[in-house]
């Protein structure tokens, strides 16, 4: 999204995106101990003579409602331990809708019988068997892009998830899964940041497309370019391992930069007015008013190309533009110079404030219209919050296929949230697979 800062009688108002990063310690991530700090409110800020933003009421810092934990972990409904919860191999349905975690249906993507293991045993590395990937890809929507500092988004995969750097002397080390299919081998990580501080210098992709993400290159509201998350600051337990998530905070001082994550370089991604699905896991506890934490479709220049030059999910509770109804967070669409609960600017009924501890994010866009889904990530099922025509000026897209993670399409900042896993896929999800991709996140177990 662009900015564009108006002062008024109450002070500073954004109406574009901007997420930045601060350091671990000005209302932001915390050091090195890996719990979360109270931090801030975003209040509206005041304008400089020169017109540009500074916050007038606390830093870039906590959500203005909801705050963050001290840690991410939260409560809601046990998971079975990772294990498989479809107890009789879930047969095929006519509509395609899995009942909790059993066979994508005919009638969904087409892959009648496929069962669906999400989470597999808990073992050394809690491997599964069918992962979200798998299940997009039996769909014939196959993920083009996964990332996750959290677990393997592949029932086989058994490489790195992401890089952590040092503090003390600049080196880097991988992360990888415990086992295939399984969670991340935090106690590397553990190992190697001990006695300093550590930041995430680059989040693999777990396609074959290689579309990795390193920290946000210079332009549009990043003069000097992003920076990199705290690799201690979003500490949870996952079917009773620890993981790290990517903790993004947000700023109204250019200077200072911002977390985020980019590749203007990508394969695969939708561009234009092709369809595509995206979706994240996200903390529900983290996050603010300000545009934009998004994850998904952006620019490859780092600039405000014009509406409809990208397509990514939102989480927060941003009214510079739309707005879901209740008093938020809500999972909405960035559009460019736009972001949309629904059809136009006008909160929809159905697109409900979302107030969990972890939160599944779901986008899926075609020509003439997109949808909007979200749900607890600890229990229960997807709630489809807009399915309907595109905003008016943004029919067809012009989706240009870079991806972004914590910032909006043109480097603004000063949003903020948390990721723990996300995929963008080449084609439209059907509602089965999606059904069966929020089944198995359930059963990977976050915050048990």
Not at 143 to 149: E, G, K, L, P
């Amino acid at each position: 999204m662009s900015v564009v800062w108006l002062a008024g009688a109450g002070g500073l108002v954004a109406c574009g995106s901007s997420d930045t990063t601060v350091s671990p310690n000005a209302g932001g991530a915390s050091a090195a101990g890996g719990s979360f700090t109270a931090g801030s409110s975003n209040a509206a800020g005041s304008a400089n003579a020169a017109g540009a933003p500074t916050p007038s009421n606390g830093g870039a810092g906590s959500p203005a409602s909801g705050g963050q934990g001290a840690l991410i972990d939260g409560g809601g409904a046990p998971s079975t331990g990772g294990g498989a919860p479809n107890t009789g191999g879930g047969a095929p349905n006519a509509g395609g809708a899995p009942a909790s975690g059993g066979a994508v249906g005919a009638g969904g993507n087409g892959t009648a019988g496929m069962t669906q293991n999400v989470g597999g045993t808990v073992g050394s590395g809690g491997a599964s068997q069918a992962a979200p990937c798998d299940i997009y890809g039996a769909g014939n929507t196959p993920c083009v892009a996964a990332h996750s500092t959290v677990r393997a988004l592949f029932g086989s995969y058994d490489g790195k998830l992401y890089q952590v750097r040092r503090a003390s002397d600049k080196t880097t080390k991988d992360i990888a899964v415990l086992s295939p299919g399984g969670y991340a081998n935090a106690a590397a990580q553990d190992t190697f940041c001990a006695g300093t501080t550590c930041t995430i210098s680059l989040i693999y992709d777990q396609t074959s497309q290689a579309n990795h993400l390193t920290v946000t290159p210079p332009g549009g509201w990043l003069a000097n370019g992003g920076t990199e998350a705290n690799a201690t600051a979003a500490k949870i337990t996952i079917s009773g391992h620890t993981a790290y998530g990517v903790y993004t905070t947000g700023s109204f001082d250019e200077a200072v930069g911002g977390v985020g994550y980019r590749n203007n370089k990508t394969k695969g991604i939708a561009t234009g007015d092709q369809p595509e699905g995206i979706y994240m896991v996200a903390s529900g506890k983290h996050y603010n008013q300000w545009c934009c934490f998004d994850y998904g479709n952006a620019e490859t220049n780092n600039k405000d190309n014009g509406p409809g030059t990208m397509e990514t999910l939102y989480f927060g509770t941003s009214t510079q533009w739309g707005r879901g109804s209740g008093s938020g967070p809500w999972v909405m669409a960035d559009l460019e110079d736009g972001v949309f609960a629904g059809g136009s600017f006008a909160a929809p009924a159905t697109n409900t404030s979302l107030a969990v501890t972890f939160v599944t994010a779901m986008l899926g866009g075609k020509a003439g219209s997109f949808r909007l889904k979200g749900g607890d990530a600890q229990a229960g099922a997807l709630k489809t919050m807009y399915d309907g025509n595109r905003p008016a000026g943004y029919d067809p897209m012009k989706k240009e296929g870079a991806i972004i993670l914590g910032v909006g399409g043109d480097n603004s900042h000063t949003g903020e949230g948390t990721f723990f896993e996300g995929c963008l896929t080449s084609g439209y999800p059907s509602d089965a697979s999606e059904n069966a991709v929020q089944a198995n996140i359930v059963a990977a177990g976050y915050g048990h």
